[in-house]
């Protein structure tokens, strides 16, 4: 075998690894995230969760799927006490807006220093991190 064609098809095995982002699923659905306002946050006082990208059944392969709103997203805030559920979100259904969120929580009282928000739903999950400052 001639060293061209070893190397025409060590390019083409890597160019198919590379559309398929070497892992088997595709690099080209998007993944979830998420972004909280303000950074930093008050203790015991609001703070905004907004998402994007919260879809199942992502349609990159030519697969016939239907991308899908995660209906039931948890919000939680892990400090080093532990987590804590500020609550539920659920993914636009709306076509322009599709697998966006913007929801408010009130952040507990007790709780001041370095944390992350993180959200999870249908095997899916974003994280943020955040600064609690002590409202006293």
């Keep these: 075998m001639s060293a061209a064609r070893v190397f025409v098809g060590l390019v083409l095995m890597l160019s198919l690894s590379a559309c398929?982002?070497?892992?088997?699923?595709?690099?080209?659905c998007?993944?979830?995230t998420i972004a909280?306002?303000?950074d930093?946050?008050?203790?015991?006082?609001a703070l905004e969760v907004t998402g994007t990208d919260w879809?199942?059944?992502?349609?990159?392969?030519?697969v016939s799927e239907r991308e899908?709103?995660?209906?039931?997203?948890?919000i939680?805030?892990?400090t080093q006490s532990g987590a804590t559920l500020l609550g539920v979100a659920s993914a636009s259904s709306i076509p322009e807006t599709l697998g966006q969120f913007t929801a408010s929580y009130?952040?507990?009282?007790?709780?001041?220093?370095?944390?992350?928000?993180?959200?999870?739903g249908d095997g899916l999950t974003a994280e943020a991190t955040v600064t609690i400052r002590s409202a006293d």
């Design 68 to 74: 899908v709103p995660v209906e039931t997203i948890r």
């Design 30 to 32: 998007p993944q979830p």
């Design 20 to 28: 398929s982002g070497g892992t088997g699923t595709s690099s080209a």
């Design 106 to 120: 009130t952040l507990p009282r007790d709780v001041a220093g370095s944390g992350k928000v993180r959200a999870l």
């Design 55 to 62: 879809i199942t059944g992502c349609d990159d392969n030519s």
């Design 76 to 78: 939680e805030l892990m």
């Design 36 to 38: 909280v306002s303000p």
């Design 40 to 45: 930093p946050a008050l203790s015991g006082a």
